[in-house]
């Protein structure tokens, strides 16, 4: 379970099954106490309490049961009376109609559990053929409902938990709850995973020990040549262990080396070892010496202007674990095991459709940073070092296909931020109001292309929205932003809301207008 604190949220919960005694509990186990759930039965939510229920919603859970309110389709499927064409088309319109009626009441975002048909008994006698029917329908209702839903593949947790274990039939029909407490439970989970992803709550940067981590052995000791690395034998599960970590750098993952090695050494294995997954320009930051790591993972926090509890350091040494637990407690800390180390990095919340182009930019600002420094040495006057960086910034309407960038941004930033949130669907909704307006900001200096690191928002007299990328401070950047605004807009109210790290934003925002600017606080 991720250690977040859930602010008060109404969650509503459309359905044609039970789920008590277990889900209520569970929905708190999970996201706290203070938690208001809305059980509203599938079929009535046009009723006037039900419909305010839904309006009242944080987070809409749609979970449909296709033997529960489908059940000519199941008929056609267990007679095979109809094609199937017929029956996903059934299934999906009458779907997309229910969609609709919610989508009528509220705009928030919706976790819809796709179908499933494990709880067919068939196989008892005709074993396991495969039938593409509850796929095909699926894949049809995803396609269809695509605005502002997250579909939870129910069929992938069922197999998680055991088919044998997922049904209660004594509650089936006693209740018309079918599914067990162990099904019920993996399920909350993926409601709770869904909503941090969906809120950006997430760890940014993975923080690597190399020896017995990236591979086997301990490479001042052993050399290259007898390091454990590879697609079979003792070696894979370190191979594995890279290859999942690369899945997670292009998902937007900060990577960070930090070992006690010679970087000679190190760059060596990156550069040379033919069976490594992890290559030098996936890595932001190589931290290579014979110091502490408390002092080196501090290092790696001022070079890239992260927080140190938005970093995860893995290591496979106990006493380097206590170490860093003990002076920065801060950082989540993962001691390296085999079997368990993935599971570990559930504390990562990754949405699936990150711009891979801004990651690697990003990670390209990251790994250049060395060379802004050595450049900011050659000058005493702060002022001639941002003229030599050669800094070019491009302010614009945000174009539709930038609001993905900007939802991550917005969610993602804590320090110059005025703490508003957006979600993808969020931005489309507003951007249709003709009074806001919606910014871009992209940099560029002499050393790379930062691409998107900054957005604001106008709504009449109000910013409504103003974030700036950590990676961007330090350049002025905000600086032309304020002036932006300045120069276009007369500006006479600020919303803000506390990240706890954010209160120098609305300092600087206060004091950037000539006349006196209203804060508007979050409640």
Not at 152 to 178: C, F, M, Q, S, T
Not at 197 to 209: P, Q, S
Not at 391 to 399: P, Q, S, T
Not at 461 to 483: H, P, Q, Y
């Amino acid at each position: 379970m991720n250690n977040f604190e859930v602010p008060e949220l109404h969650i509503g919960v459309i359905s044609d099954i039970i789920f008590d005694p277990h889900f209520n509990t569970l929905i708190k186990t999970y996201f706290g106490e203070n938690i208001k759930i809305y059980p509203i039965p599938y079929g009535e939510q046009n009723d006037d309490v039900y419909r305010k229920q839904i309006g009242e919603s944080d987070v809409i859970i749609v979970w449909l049961n296709l033997e529960s309110s489908y059940l000519n389709a199941c008929n056609l499927l267990y007679s095979q009376t109809a094609p199937d064409q017929q029956i996903i088309e059934e299934v999906v319109a009458a779907c997309k109609k229910f969609y609709s009626d919610i989508t009528g009441y509220s705009n928030v975002h919706i976790i819809w559990f796709l179908f499933e048909d494990y709880f067919i008994n068939s196989p008892v006698v005709m074993g396991y053929p495969y039938n593409p029917l509850v796929d095909n329908i699926n894949n049809a209702l995803s396609d269809a409902l695509r605005d502002n839903v997250v579909f939870i593949d129910l069929k992938h947790i069922i197999a998680e938990v055991g088919a044998a274990n997922a049904y209660d039939l004594k509650n089936k029909y006693r209740w018309n709850a079918p599914y067990s407490k162990a099904l019920v439970e993996a399920a909350v989970k993926e409601i709770h995973k869904q909503y941090l992803i969906e809120k950006g709550i997430t760890k940014k940067c993975l923080v690597l020990d190399c020896d017995n981590v990236l591979w086997g052995g301990i490479l001042s000791e052993d050399g290259i040549e007898n390091i454990q690395l590879g697609g079979s034998g003792f070696g894979r599960p370190y191979q594995d262990f890279q290859r999942f970590v690369l899945s997670m750098f292009y998902h937007g993952v900060i990577l960070i080396i930090c070992s006690k090695n010679d970087l000679p050494d190190v760059m060596t294995m990156f550069h040379k070892h033919s069976e490594m997954i992890l290559k030098e320009e996936h890595i932001a930051c190589f931290q290579v010496n014979w110091d502490n790591k408390p002092d080196n993972i501090r290092r790696i926090a001022e070079t890239l202007n992260i927080s140190l509890d938005s970093m995860v350091f893995v290591d496979d040494s106990p006493i380097e674990i206590e170490a860093v637990k003990s002076m920065l407690p801060e950082v989540t800390t993962l001691l390296y095991k085999r079997d368990s180390i993935n599971e570990g990095l559930s504390c990562f919340n990754l949405k699936s459709n990150i711009d891979i182009v801004d990651i690697k930019r990003r990670n390209e600002t990251y790994r250049t940073n060395q060379s802004r420094e050595t450049l900011k040495a050659q000058y005493k006057n702060y002022d001639q070092y941002i003229t030599a960086l050669e800094i070019k910034i491009d302010i614009h309407e945000a174009l539709p296909i930038e609001y993905n960038r900007i939802s991550e941004l917005s969610q993602r930033t804590s320090k110059c931020t005025n703490g508003t949130r957006y979600t993808v669907f969020d931005i489309k909704k507003r951007c249709e109001n003709n009074r806001i307006k919606l910014y871009s900001v992209s940099v560029s200096d002499r050393f790379s292309d930062l691409g998107l690191v900054g957005a604001f928002e106008i709504e009449s007299d109000v910013i409504t929205l103003f974030c700036l990328s950590c990676r961007a401070l330090g350049r002025k950047i905000e600086n032309e932003m304020l002036l932006f605004i300045h120069n276009n807009y007369q500006i006479i109210k600020l919303y803000f809301s506390s990240t706890g790290k954010n209160y120098d934003v609305k300092t600087s925002l206060s004091a950037a207008f000539k006349w006196k600017i209203k804060i508007i606080e979050s409640q």
